[in-house]
Nanobody
Framework: QVQVVESGGGLVQPGGSLRLSCAVS????????IGWFRQAPGKEREGVSC????????YYADAVKGRFTISRDNAKSTVYLQMNSLKPEDTAVYYC??????????????????WGQGTQVTVSS
């Protein structure tokens, strides 16, 4: 049974940092595309960042480039999202999302096989 479990959300002041973690089980993470979507109140869910070993690609939404960094530890079946210089507009529920196929991030953006339950990130003073 596949499980996707996020952690690390919380309340942070503008300019602060948070690190989200996503632990997966039930399949081998090694070559699969995995990353993060987010959904703010009243807005559509959007892809934030992805990492794929399939073609070595990483994806970052324009809004987070230069501030967020995605990484993975295959031995721990865990992916991380380091979020720096956080802004109020980063406030959202962040969802870990994974494919169970070795596809590039360009495909991950349009099809997700498993979602986590979401973790709230609030950026406010």
């Amino acid at each position: 049974q596949v499980q996707v479990v996020e952690s690390g959300g919380g309340l942070v002041q503008p300019g602060g940092s948070l690190r989200l973690s996503c632990a997966v089980s039930g399949f081998t993470l090694d070559y699969h595309a995995i990353g993060w979507f987010r959904q703010a109140p009243g807005k559509e869910r959007e892809g934030v960042s992805c990492i794929s070993k399939r073609d070595g690609s990483k994806y970052y939404a324009d809004a987070v480039k230069g501030r967020f960094t995605i990484s993975r530890d295959n031995a721990k079946s865990t992916v991380y999202l380091q979020m720096n210089s956080l802004k109020p507009e980063d406030t959202a529920v962040y969802y870990c999302a994974t494919r169970t196929a070795p596809v590039p991030c360009s495909s991950w953006l349009y099809r997700i096989d498993y979602w986590g339950q979401g973790t709230q990130v609030t950026v406010s003073s």
